[in-house]
């Protein structure tokens, strides 16, 4: 899946694996107005609600240049669908990967039920 990155040329994909299975691509998209771009996590977010997946087992984000981990409003984005032991791949594109849970990179992360919503 080709990234639009014409400003950073900094490619991501991303692919989430949901529960039943499915998976569901992302990419990282920019726009003039810088702030309104978002991240390749994001967008297989979105490409997976959309489809009506809301339960996810692993995610894994490549960058074309360095390894890809995903910033602070992914990771709260996927731990509304995600326990914190989900495991998430990062990498770089022919230079291997690491794996950590969403758990360790978020460990204080805003959840359904820290508002009362059992989803
Ligand atoms: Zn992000």
Redesign the pocket.
Request: aromatic residues 0%; charged residues 30%; hydrophobic residues 15%.
């Given at each position: 899946m080709p990234a639009y990155c014409p400003y950073s040329k900094f490619q991501v994909g991303a692919c989430l694996l949901a529960e039943d299975g499915r998976t569901f691509k992302g990419c990282n998209f920019e726009n003039a107005s810088y702030s309104a771009g978002i991240?390749a996590?994001?967008c297989a977010v979105a490409n997976a609600v959309v489809n009506g997946a809301r339960r996810f087992k692993a995610i894994a984000v490549v960058g074309s240049t360095a390894v890809a981990w995903?910033?602070g409003?992914?990771l709260q984005v996927l731990r509304e669908f995600c326990g914190p032991d989900m495991p998430v791949i990062a990498g770089a594109f022919g230079k291997g990967y690491r794996v950590r849970t969403l758990g360790e990179l978020l460990p204080e992360g805003l959840t359904p039920e820290d508002l009362g919503v059992n989803v």
């Open positions: 991240c996590e994001r995903p910033c409003i992914c």
